[in-house]
């Protein structure tokens, strides 16, 4: 079905301020993805804060050049889907990366995170990473570890001072 040109330029524009608003597009074919699965794709993806969309990959070629955003050779070739995350990146590629897995109908094909550009194994491997909450924790738990040793080392110094000086004091009233 033919697009009007007023349709193609409003999806550029749509395109560009998703463009603007993502810290990081996954690229994906999606070729075979039942209604339902695309669905439950899309569902998992704004859950995280991102948004998963069909492009036409002529007019996404034209807002990427628009918006100067770098464009991974060859991804936009054949049935493109693009996941944009502006919140959480790593959701967003762990939703894409887990479907993936689950079913040959979509498959990665390159990303862009903060204007880098990341080829399917390495978006494979990034959705392999745990949450940044339990990042988050394990760094604060490293970052308090050592702040507690030094705490129960100072509390120790201090009581055998106090215990040296207790000693100490004791034995000057008896001399007394």
């Known amino acids: 079905m033919a697009v009007s040109k007023e349709?193609?330029?409003?999806?550029?524009?749509?395109?560009?301020?998703?463009l603007r608003s993502s810290d990081a597009l996954v690229m994906t074919a999606y070729s075979g993805l039942s209604?339902?699965?695309?669905e439950g794709l899309?569902?998992?993806?704004?859950?995280?804060?991102?948004?998963?969309?069909?492009?036409?990959?002529?007019l996404a070629k034209r807002a990427f050049a628009e918006v100067g955003v770098p464009l991974p050779e060859g991804v936009l070739v054949g049935p493109t889907a693009i996941g944009f995350a502006s919140e959480d990146v790593l959701g967003v590629a762990k939703a894409i990366v887990d479907l993936s897995r689950q079913t040959d109908f979509i498959q990665v094909k390159g990303a862009v995170i903060n204007g880098v550009i990341y080829d399917k194994m390495q978006v494979?491997?990034?959705?392999?990473?745990p949450p940044l909450p339990m990042v988050q924790a394990q760094l604060l738990s490293m970052i308090q570890a050592p702040a507690s040793h030094v705490a129960r080392v100072l509390v120790?110094?201090?009581?055998?001072?106090?215990s040296v000086l207790k000693a100490y004091s004791e034995t000057e009233v008896a001399v007394a």
Do not use: C, D, M, P
């Open 7 to 18: 349709r193609k330029k409003a999806l550029v524009v749509q395109y560009q301020e998703l």
């Open 35 to 38: 209604v339902k699965e695309l």
């Open 42 to 58: 899309r569902h998992k993806i704004r859950e995280v804060g991102g948004e998963f969309h069909i492009v036409k990959n002529n």
């Open 124 to 129: 494979t491997r990034l959705a392999g990473l």
């Open 156 to 162: 120790g110094s201090i009581r055998q001072v106090v």
